[in-house]
């Protein structure tokens, strides 16, 4: 049996957002028409992109369709490029999981008073704050995006 419950095919598409520009499969409207999008307008899924583990979430365009965003690393891992035809196999996940480095855990479990501030944000906020900090390659910049986050959570 298969951890995932959903597939579709899709061909990379491009959606610029301001001066960015970001790759993008757009969730087929019979496999949308399934899913909680009415509980979960941003819903969170464990993917796989042509074999290739993704977590994200499908977002919504603003025009009544959906989408995953694709990322450098799987575009490169899996050699694929705008126009290019993938497969998407997908699992609802836990909407409320947040993936915390390791760093900002230490950290949160040494602060009380950052730890309850910590602990009233959504798991959206957090989601981003840890995503702030894992995104980080060097130590020094983990760190000291820590104590920017700590700054925000203290009011300080």
Sequence with gaps: MSFFTHQFQGVVDRHDYGKMVYHIV??????????????????????????FPVEGAFVPYGDGRYYLHLGKRLL????IGLGDEIEVRFAIADQNAV???????TALEENEEARLA????????????AYR????????????????????????
């Design 133 to 156: 900090v894992g995104s980080a390659k060097r130590q020094e910049t983990q760190q000291k995006r820590v104590a920017e986050i700590f700054a925000e959570l203290l009011g300080q």
């Design 99 to 105: 993936d915390v480095p390791e760093k900002l855990q």
């Design 26 to 51: 757009f969730v087929p409207e019979d496999t949308a028409s399934t899913l909680p999008f009415d509980q979960h307008p941003r819903l969170r899924v464990s993917a796989e992109v042509n074999d």
């Design 76 to 79: 490169k891992a899996v050699n």
């Design 118 to 129: 910590w602990e009233s944000l959504t798991p959206g906020k957090q989601r981003g704050f």
